[in-house]
């Protein structure tokens, strides 16, 4: 009981890139320098070997809903009665609640949803965590406390978010802790195995990597942090958010963090 | 992506052209008819009272085989798709499955719930037709007992019993607290655990008249593949468990099984959805009651005690109950199939690394001899792969849950406390969140603080540097201690010069070597390394050469080499070879800067191996 099944990766040649360049060592690529230091490079050189996954994940029908999910409860905060408009899609509130209840109620509405209307995937799986995430660390620091601070200090930190600057700020975190997850999910079949080697000396190396991974990401996905912002106020105003427009937004927001984070590495 | 199935069960029949069939490999799952390929055991259990089976438990106990067999016989993860970027997880079932009670499975309530429970558990697809069945196959009784005062009638709950340190600490609250113990336990092979019964004779013998013991298990045809990760398996555990509280008359079924393996969180972002199993999830525990109550017609709880319990906390209690010396006849290993009558626990697995460190933290350890691993949790030798990533990835998790706060924690893995608590009433779901939250801190806090304590007392092994690199503290500590000063002066080189050259030479790249090692030179200068530059001249033969760079008190030099075309890459590597030997000779360190900005060296490995030979010598590029 209490079974993990750690996997591995995939022998061809662009992981095996990967792998060596992980390993450092003589053939590695950044060989010397320690694997948190190099990490634009690892990250453009897993995003190239991985890009059929992220094609997949763009037309994701989890991660779709789990987007449009967060689009419709900043537009519920908007509203006096928004525990009501919430309660609407499924997603109940309860009257003394704070961050985690609310996170809480989001997921089992997605959870749901995804079990009777399409299937849950390991990406939509990373999807929902970075949404159960991205709301934690953003509304979070809004209440004094993240658990049970009660309705009326929950909606005044949701109100906050239902701003063009919120959202952006919402979307940004999305974008990066779902990328950081997405490039770990093969990444860590690959660090767990080289802590001893030559770029990961020590357990303590692995926690700087993924630091350094979730930073990188979450610094790239600054290219739509505006551009969420714009495109939540503009949509809302023009036509209204819905599952269709969200999906077709998702879709560029993820082509843009793909070229940001290639681009990055160019430049270095 | 993994071929689809279709199972026809207990001898059911479809025709060829069943649109049922049609882009799946049709398999036959039998475990009673005349070649029975899933056999069912439920034996040797208390003489007593004769009492049949209802028809509807039989049929669960039918279809938790015939789904635990599907399960066992589909192999996950193996071709990956979509260019290699997508890791195969989810199977597809459909179970074709005549029961004696038709109406009650047929009805979308119970089939519905039935998917849903598997889905959570296996992360699979699943399908169910039930078809009436035809002939009397229950004339068989899977399950029997006889007598009419029985003692074990009507307790609290049946007990899973696996014979691990948690069952056993549940099994010994249990009757500590003057309870009848009716444990049922359950191997996938027809081969009894010595040592389970032997712990179940000495707790037979320490509460008399109050323990009674049901092994049951369930073996498939060996033409069957092998699925190790069988996450099916506590939905056939606890349909026996069910059979046998049904029998018994009891309220429902207790699994024992401390927090941190009941929620099971990822130790790491590959181990997505059922990776990492949800044997007694609060989540599947509560589908399993539902279902369960639906199958017994009346509520039937299914429940963890030690749901807010660490391992820690859960050998404790051994300890508080006087009953510590039992530690020692348990077994956790997730291999224990597969070890010696003597040694019965591997060492390298998450379940051996847990006990042993539980057991530690509670000072307990004169009960659980070292002898008894194969591999010493701390400081054995671990094989690459599987028990290296096994020690790296739970080391990792616990020191992170150490050192975070309980928001970052209860904000990282948000998503999986939720689901947690999903069950809970809404007025006790954040007192739950948050005692969940505590729970894995307070598991941080004790797999840091064994750590620390292991490396005190292997200090002396420490600082002469004789852990082994690839034991579990070996690879929490490293060996930045040990390493050389000469190394470490080299990265410190090749950090500089991979940092800053590529952006020098982003528009124009160097002309020739002179240009190069004068844009090294400048990087280097700047960073203030203590380098001389061409000096000293060195002998070797009738002929003198002089490094590019050089670090007397380190005796090393370093030489850079630049590949601006393919056509460079032989002359280059003759002229790697010639100061291997110069430079060696002459008792001196080599570093060897390669820049090779456009990639032309087809194979690095290939290119730096004679230099990796070499314990005096390094290679590196810089691109």
Redesign the interface.
Known sequence: MGHTRLGKIPKSRRWGEVVATVAGGFGGAGAGKALADDIDSIAQQTLDAAQGGLARAISDAGLRHTFYVLTQVVLAAKHPDWPSRLAAIGIHVPSDGGVVEFAAAIQHAIDDHIYAHCRATDISEMGQAAAAEAIATVAGPMTRTLFGSGKEELGQALRALSTKAGFSDLGQKFFGRFMSRFLNFYLSRVTAGQVGGHRLQQVGDLTAFNDALTRHCEESARIVHDFCGEWFSKTEFREGIDPKNTSRFMAVALKKLKAELNQQRAAS | MIEPRLFLCSGAKIGPKDPRRAKRKVCTLDSLGPDPNVNLHLDDVARVLVQDLTPRLVDLLEIAAYVFSADCSTMR?TE????????P??RNFRMVIPVRDYQFWSDPKVSGLLV?TL?FLT?D?WAFDFARMKGDRSARPYLAFRDDNWPFRGVGRVMMF?G?LDSLAGAVETASAGEHLVLVSHRSKGMVNQRQQDLVAELKERYPGKVIHVPVWVTKDQRFGREY?QRSR?FLYVALGAAVATSVQAGGVRFF?NG???I?L????????S???R??HPRTLHLFSELLSLVAARPFAVDNPFINCTKVEVIQKLATRRAADLIGMSCSC?HGLFQSKSQWHCGTC??CI?RRIAIVAAGLEQHDPETDYVCDVFCGPRK???E???G??F??HA??LD?MSE?QI???F??Y???A??DVP??K??SA??QLVKLHKRHGQAVASVIQQQIAKHSGRVVAGEVD??SLL???????HLEPSWRRY??RI??LL?AGL??MCQTERPTNEKRLQELCDGILAGSNMDLAREFPFMRWSASLTKPDWSSDPLQLCVEAKYIRKKEHIHPITEAIAADITKYGDNGQRVLFIVYDPAHLVP???Q???E??RRNHM????I?
Not at chain 2, 474 to 480: A, F, L, Q, S, T
Not at chain 2, 618 to 621: G, K, P, Q
């Open positions: 993860g990956w798709s979509a260019d290699d970027s997508i890791e997880w989810d849903r889905t992360s697809e696996s691990g990760n506590s099984e941190i393996v009941s099971n990822p130790p790491a972002d590959e181990v997505q959805r990776r990492a199993s044997t007694t997730a998450s379940q847990d690459p792969g599987y290296q990533n096994m790296v990835n080391a990792h020191i992170l050192q928001d209860a904000t990282q948000n998503l406390f939720t689901r608590i999903r809404e007025d779901k954040t969140f948050a690199d690839t070996g690879m929490v500590m490293g060996k930045r080299c990265d090749v950090s991979q590529p952006r194979d690095d490995a290119f730096g191996a230099v990796s390094l290679l590196r590029f691109r």
